[in-house]
């Protein structure tokens, strides 16, 4: 009974950046783990990053180490992604998504998934 929607897709020149909002209904936002995944067109969907539900532990994958950093400011609701120095390569749908546990780092371990918001990285 949560619902998470995106947003701050949009299209940006390689080595610019995007901050990807993701807010989420419910009280019980701040118990949630929540993550950030992408699905670029005929690739399946991937891990993006992760961050617990007090915002104390948080996950990258390679791909964006350095790059991307996830936060989360649960008086908001909002999970966020800082995207910075895009490439071309990172042009996907982001999905925000949610896992009542608490953490998850995959895609089995979320609950609730957003509708996504696009990105296109021109180069």
């Known amino acids: 009974q949560v619902q998470l929607v995106e947003s701050g897709g949009g299209l940006v020149q390689a080595g610019g950046s995007l901050r990807l909002s993701c807010t989420a209904s419910g009280r019980t936002f701040r118990s949630y783990g929540m993550g950030w995944f992408r699905q670029a067109p005929g690739k399946e969907r991937e891990f993006v990053a992760a961050?617990?539900?007090?915002?104390?532990?948080?996950l990258h994958a390679d791909s964006v180490k350095g790059r991307f950093t996830i936060s989360r400011d649960n008086a908001q609701n909002t999970v966020y992604l800082q995207m910075n120095s895009l490439k071309p390569e990172d042009t996907a749908v982001y999905y925000c998504a949610a896992s009542i546990t608490g953490w998850s780092a995959d895609y089995y371990g979320m609950d609730y998934w957003g509708k996504g918001t696009l990105v296109t990285v021109s180069s």
């Open positions: 961050i617990s539900s007090s915002g104390g532990m948080t």
